[in-house]
């Protein structure tokens, strides 16, 4: 099992405003896709919280395809008829969510949401960071990392940075607190 994360942060670190608008990530007009594509190509499926799950709602176009996404929320989810099949209601601690998703031969998982990825990376159920800081300073709102009881050492694999001030970089979480 090895989860990934893909996601942007304000360069103060938040990835959203404190009531979890997102007006301030700048739309993407150059067609570049900032590695999206790539990265997944080589996912089985998406794991996010209710949240998250109800702010893609509201973009109006599902952005995941055919991808199988794994919703984490302990009430009942409701969603558009046209998800069906498409999106999965799960509960659980971290490594729960990851073997019933080996169940079903999904294990290459794009962790999303601030409080799933906390707690994905505080289990050591996240092996790859890819984090895309966009130049602008929110003041406040819901951030990428919070407390996680120990120290999670991690190796950079690269670092990118696009014309119009964005810059990406790459860590790999190192085996010795992969699993913590």
């Given at each position: 099992m090895s989860g990934h994360v893909f996601i942007a942060t304000s360069l103060d670190g938040f990835i959203a405003r404190p009531d979890?608008?997102?007006d301030w990530l700048p739309a993407i007009e150059s067609g570049e896709d900032y590695g999206y594509h790539a990265f997944m190509a080589g996912i089985d499926a998406i794991v996010m919280g209710r949240a998250s799950f109800e702010k893609v709602l509201s973009?109006?176009?599902w952005p995941y395809g055919e991808s199988p996404v794994v919703v984490l929320s302990s009430?009942?989810?409701e969603f558009p008829a046209r998800l069906t099949g498409m999106?999965?209601?799960?509960r659980g601690e971290p490594r729960e969510i990851e073997a019933q998703c080996a169940t079903r031969g999904w294990n290459e998982l794009y962790v999303d949401g601030g409080a799933t990825i906390q707690r994905f990376l505080?289990?050591?159920c996240i092996?790859?960071?890819i984090i895309t800081r966009i130049p602008v300073l929110i003041g406040e709102g819901l951030p990428l990392f919070g407390p996680a009881g120990h120290d999670i050492p991690l190796a950079h694999v690269r670092t990118q940075a696009y014309g119009n001030g964005l810059v990406q970089s790459e860590y790999?979480?190192?085996p010795d607190s992969s699993r913590g």
């Open positions: 979890g608008d997102i973009f109006g176009e009430r009942q989810l999106v999965h209601a799960m505080t289990a050591g092996t790859r960071l790999r979480v190192t």
